[in-house]
């Protein structure tokens, strides 16, 4: 067993957080617990499963479980279908394995709303079984104590984590107390924000703590490709200088503002030349403007609703876009 393996062991036994569910003899409680601890907190769950094995107290009883006990029992938890999900694989426990859980997690994974991490949570915890279950949680930690790169939200480098932690968990002799301890360290310790360096059991091998790069890893998610909209804003003034703008047509945020109309929506015909581009990112989208000088072809032509002169642009509500192309661009 490697040092930093020790180290976490011991730190685990020394600090062991007591639940309801550790500890437990029957399996059944073990995978409801973890069943239940998907997308939830710990400090949610303890009440829920109390109720849900005083109501369910055995497989057989959540088998037959009808639904308004069984969603009453869950009431609160959110996820629903984890509730269905867990009768169903009750259901087939009872028809194919005596009432009894696979000991094994590629047994555990054959069964309905049971994927990698709560088939290794169960198999270990349960039956000794040196799987590592690897999460979010756990990636984290291992992604600074390893500086490892890679997005590891997808299989990949998480099945690339699991095979280096295997012969680590396989040695340690106590599978269980190897991958509760690694729950608890990435809940508790290794936090995505400030994690507490200085109480780590991992911190002597650790090299994102050793570097200051903690903050660094795991490496942020790549940024979404946001869909891209383009158009043309046009700067046009008339013969006495003033410039042409338009009320922004949109209703919510924007309502009231004003910006460089675009050419396809003036009732009157332009002479017009590229100056230059404006690109911004908002949440949903990424806009690219073509700018363009314009004048108009006749000499004072009539505005429809929601267009106006300006004297003076500067005083009036301009969109962000505008505002910054008329800064770049200043109208002649
Ligand atoms: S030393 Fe700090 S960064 Fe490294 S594993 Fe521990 S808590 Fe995470």
Redesign the pocket.
């Known amino acids: 067993m490697e040092p930093w393996v020790a180290d976490l062991l011991a730190w685990y036994r020394s600090r062991e957080r007591p639940m309801p569910w550790r500890g437990h003899p029957d399996p059944y409680a073990v995978w409801v617990s973890e069943i239940m601890l998907q997308q939830t907190q710990v400090e949610t769950v303890r009440p829920y499963f109390a109720r849900f094995l005083a109501a369910f107290p055995t497989v057989a009883d959540l088998a037959t479980a009808d639904d308004e006990p069984l969603l009453k029992a869950w009431e609160g938890l959110g996820y629903y279908t984890r509730a269905r999900n867990l009768r169903k694989a009750a259901q087939r426990l009872v028809a194919e394995h005596g009432g009894a859980l696979p000991r094994t997690a590629e047994g555990l994974r054959a069964l309905p709303g049971i994927g990698d991490y709560t088939a290794a949570a169960v198999a270990s915890i349960c039956f000794g079984e040196p799987v590592p279950v690897v999460d979010g949680n756990v990636a984290r ?1 291992f992604a ?2 390893n500086l490892l790169g890679g997005d590891f939200r997808k299989p990949a480098p998480r099945r690339a984590l699991a095979d280096w932690l295997s012969p680590h968990i396989a040695a340690c002799g106590d599978p269980a107390a190897f991958n509760q301890a690694m729950m608890d360290l990435g809940a508790q ?2 936090t995505p924000r400030g ?3 200085g109480v ?1 059991p ?2 002597p091998g ?1 090299r ?2 050793a570097r200051g790069l ?1 903050a660094d890893f795991p490496a942020p998610p790549p940024a979404k490709a946001l869909p891209e909209r383009t158009g043309t804003a046009l700067i046009l003034c008339d013969a006495q200088g003033r410039l042409l703008l338009a009320k922004h047509p949109g209703e919510r945020l924007l309502a009231g503002f004003w910006e460089l109309p675009a050419p396809e929506r003036l009732p009157f015909r332009v002479r017009a030349r590229r100056v230059g581009t404006y690109r911004q990112t908002f949440t949903h989208f990424r806009l690219t403007l073509d700018i363009r000088a314009a004048k108009p072809l006749a000499d004072s032509p009539t505005l429809p609703e929601g267009f106006r002169w300006a004297d003076d642009p500067a005083a009036l509500p301009l969109t962000t876009a505008t505002r910054k192309i008329l800064a770049a661009h200043p109208p002649a």
């Open positions: 930690v600074r104590r310790v290794c994690p507490r360096c780590c991992l911190r650790c994102a703590a903690q």
